[in-house]
């Protein structure tokens, strides 16, 4: 499986837990194990004109995710199909804001965020509430899968 993590930030992150996490998701989800992730740190400025050019919204955010092949979680019988994920853009910056309001380390939020990030590519989102309360339980279960804890509380915009 092809991770490539690119920090643009300026902000010290342990890209590598990104990686791990990012490959326990792949393999709890049954993606194929040559599907390719990007994601992609940016300061806020970045991030905001990425906020506007994806979903012309003023601002910066937390994370973006940009879908390419449109691939959806598969099973142990039929994993998804080897192709392009696609990009995950986070703010380590929002990220670091958003995890002291929550009470947990930046780190964490990160780690929710990338989680977040990856279940977008795959489909998932939170714009009802069936879907949110879906998309929001995986997070939880696969955080605290990888992490051993209780996943950090959702600070998602």
Do not use: W, Y
Not at 75 to 96: R, S
Not at 130 to 140: A, I, S
Request: hydrophobic share 40%.
């Amino acid at each position: 499986m092809s991770i490539e993590v690119n920090n643009e930030s300026g902000i010290t992150v342990d890209e590598a837990e990104l990686v791990q996490l990012s490959r326990f998701v792949f393999e709890r989800l049954f993606i194929h194990p040559q599907a390719e992730l990007s994601i992609l740190l940016v300061d806020e400025p970045a991030m905001e004109k990425l906020h506007i050019e994806l979903m012309d919204e003023p601002g910066s955010t937390d994370v973006l995710s940009v879908p390419m092949d449109e691939l959806t979680p598969g099973t142990p019988d039929k994993p998804t199909p080897q192709g392009m994920l696609g990009d995950i853009a986070i703010c380590p910056q929002v990220a670091e804001v958003q995890a002291m309001n929550a009470g947990h380390s930046t780190q964490d939020e990160m780690l929710l965020l990338t989680t977040h990030g990856i279940l977008h590519l795959l489909g998932f989102d939170h714009a009802e509430p069936e879907e949110k309360e879906e998309m929001f339980d995986l997070q939880r279960e696969l955080l605290s899968a990888f992490t051993g804890k209780d996943a950090p509380s959702e600070t998602i915009q």
